[in-house]
């Protein structure tokens, strides 16, 4: 493995699913780098394809698959050329990992926390339960679950606990990449908060990059290094969170930032009027046109990404 | 200093020291304690007036809200709407209580029957309030929901919830609420679930009709940045009580209990140097309703506790500034 290469490099990531009324485009197109020890929010509406995304990572696709292509490089691999098979056993919870959507409801109820979390420890490093069962109270000590709660089973535990339990299993054979899919939604703010400690302390002690996939603008500016919005199943804009946050580029991204209630400024929030395009049948042009207030004649052919000193915008105001 | 002496002709709900326990059976029968979701809630909300009940999961605020809308039985306490005691209220009375009371509900999609079409759902409370005419029904409809701008209303009148977007099914439910002209409105976390690009378009509505039908509205919420766009007033709930109340903006430059404070503190603003700096959060977890902490149910979690008195005696209401309320030893007057 080439130890010199980026974490992550996505190229073209193309990922359509086949439906009764045709293919839906979840996911068209997508380019990004991720180094190591960094995090990046992928951020965007419902629908947009974020979710697709992260399954598209990890290769955990439904059956109705209509077009899966592009390039993943981890450390310099080509993952996407690797068989099902090879990818199960060297790249899936060894290379990279998930925390999955209401990760907290996704445990088995009929086995105690401690097992679920030494599962994976077994499998892909082949060691015996009770060495498994060492790294998983190491685990829960950097996730902040008391080590007695190993023997208990996830009823037991409040919801906070459980997504920390959920984060443990992802950081138990030690990745250098765990994809985390809304990891605070159905959390209440203060575990929220808690949860966000966490994450941030693996980054510090471990050195695990993340790329976080959530709505929630505000929350997800506690991990940021760098932020990717996605509409429509593209990314439209790039670019470290020190930037993007103060002065986004794309419209798209400008509306969405004052589209945030914020407790500690008195400015009103807007709203952007209109609804996402069909995935089935997206507009050709720019996607985000019909609800843009500075379209003009150009945005009805599709933007390239143009580049802005380490920023990338998929725009033609920014020509 | 000025601040507003309150008529009593002006006050739409008054709740008094209300409580509602909810019964544990061991093995379906025997005795087992209570679950003291609501213990002790005292507030007065005036027309046209809009608070917000803020507090996480847990905390008792739904069974609170579930009893205002007389969905729940209280244990104790005194319930009175437009002068008008709940639980003397039976048969046709309390049909009509629960007709001037709208409801909004969290989840859009769940709240809305899918074999219905928007315009069954919205018709069935005027049949059930008694609106014979058809003609008449329906012009209530096309009002209501311009209203809420579901336009064009014709268009949507025939579509079944599944086919609207989440904006869209929240005005629905919203038109819902609004269709027999109540007094007041109570929104349970109506935009948690939608999209933050949406989440101030249905804002901002229901903003707009609070002001043109001078609706009370009691909006329930965890989400303390969503507040001063909509309510007057706070109150903080903790572990089935209310442990500050305030005028919006008073609470939120000065807040005096230390739950409050803490909540406040983990509300993040979108800014990159978040990621820079750890939050602090309070240790340990809500406790538990059926045997909550002696003294404050907060003490075992806070950093101000004072030993012998926060463990031993549960506070009171200290008012350290007129009109801001808050149950914590911390204000006892010297």
């Known amino acids: ?134 790294l998983v109270y190491k ?66 002690e471990l050195g695990t990059s ?27 804009e790039t670019g470290d969170a020190s930037d993007f946050f103060p002065a986004p580029l794309h419209p798209y991204s400008q509306m969405l930032m004052a589209s945030v209630p914020r407790l500690r400024s008195d400015s009103d929030p807007i709203f952007i009027t209109g609804q996402p395009p069909s995935l089935m049948n997206p507009p050709a042009g720019c996607r985000f046109a019909a609800r843009c207030p500075y379209r003009f004649e150009k945005c009805a052919e599709e933007p390239p990404v143009f580049q802005k000193g380490k920023r990338k915008v998929k725009c033609w105001l920014h020509q | 200093m000025s601040f507003k002496v309150r008529q009593p002709a002006e006050t739409l709900l008054s709740i008094r020291d209300l409580r509602v326990w909810y019964e544990l059976r ?40 579930k009893t205002i809308l007389a969905l729940n039985v209280p244990t104790s306490g005194g319930l009175v709407f437009e002068g008008k005691n709940l639980a003397d209220l039976k048969g046709n009375d309390l049909r009509d209580y629960r007709f001037g009371i709208g ?16 315009r069954q759902i919205l018709e069935e409370p005027l049949i059930i309030s008694g609106v014979k005419d058809k003609i008449e029904r329906l012009e209530r409809i096309h009002k209501t929901m311009s209203e809420v701008k579901l336009h064009p209303v014709d268009d949507f009148l025939q579509k079944f919830p599944h086919m609207l977007s989440g904006g869209q099914q929240q005005r629905v439910v919203i038109a819902r609420a609004m269709i027999l002209d109540p007094k007041m409105i109570v929104a349970d976390e109506p935009v948690s679930m939608l999209d933050a690009s949406v989440r101030v378009e249905i804002l901002k509505l229901l903003r707009a009709l609070q ?29 089935g009580s ?70 031993e005696k549960e506070p009171i209401d200290f008012e350290p500034e007129p009109g801001h309320f808050a149950a914590c030893w911390l204000y006892q007057p010297e």
Not at chain 1, 212 to 218: Q, R, S, W
Request: hydrophobic share 40%; net charge negative; proline share 5%.
């Open chain 1, 1 to 134: 493995m080439n130890t010199t290469a980026q974490l992550l490099q996505i190229e073209n990531l193309v990922l359509h699913f086949r439906t009764e009324k045709g293919s839906v485009q979840a996911v068209d197109d997508v380019n990004f780098e991720l180094d190591f020890n960094r995090a990046v929010v992928i951020l965007g509406e419902s629908g947009c394809g974020k979710t697709s995304l992260s399954k598209a990572l990890l290769r955990l696709l439904p059956r109705n698959v209509d077009r899966y292509s592009g390039k993943v490089f981890l450390q310099g691999m080509d993952v996407m050329s690797l068989e099902d098979e090879e990818f199960r056993q060297n790249i899936r919870w060894v290379e990279m990992s998930l925390v999955p959507q209401a990760a907290m409801n996704a445990l088995n109820p009929v086995l105690k926390v401690g097992d679920q979390v030494a599962e994976p420890v077994m499998i892909h490093l082949g060691l015996s339960k009770t060495e498994s069962l060492g």
């Open chain 1, 139 to 204: 685990m829960f000590q950097h996730v902040g679950v008391p080590a007695d709660f190993v023997h208990r089973y996830p009823f037991e535990l409040s919801g906070g606990m459980r997504q920390r339990v959920a984060l443990a299993m992802a950081l138990v054979t030690s990745p250098s990449l765990i994809v985390l899919d809304e990891p605070t939604s159905a959390l209440d703010l203060l575990t929220q908060a808690n949860i966000m400690n966490v994450l941030k302390r693996i980054k510090h």
């Open chain 1, 210 to 236: 993340f790329i976080l996939i959530t709505h929630d603008i505000a929350t997800s500016s506690e991990l940021a290094d760098e932020v990717a919005i996605m509409y429509a199943g593209q990314i439209v």
């Open chain 2, 26 to 65: 061991r093995f379906g029968f025997g005795h087992a304690g209570y679950v003291k979701a609501v213990d002790g809630v005292s507030f007065d909300l005036d027309e046209g007036e809009t608070v917000a009940v803020v507090g996480e999961s847990g905390c008792g605020k739904s069974s609170l809200m």
């Open chain 2, 103 to 118: 409801y909004v509900q969290q989840d859009p999609y769940g709240a809305l029957p899918p074999f219905m079409t928007v």
């Open chain 2, 211 to 239: 002001e043109k039908h001078r609706l009370s509205v009691i909006y329930i919420t965890h989400d303390l940045s969503t507040v001063k766009y909509f309510s007057a007033r706070i109150f903080v709930m903790y572990a």
């Open chain 2, 242 to 311: 209310l442990v500050e109340k305030a005028e919006t903006r008073r609470l939120l430059d000065n807040p005096l209990h230390p739950y409050t404070s803490a909540l406040l503190a983990a509300t993040s603003d979108p800014d990159a140097r978040n990621a820079d700096t750890f939050k602090e959060v309070p240790p340990g977890e809500p406790p538990s309703l059926v045997n909550p902490p002696k003294g404050c149910r907060f003490h075992p979690r806070c950093a101000k506790a004072i030993t012998g008195l926060c463990d």
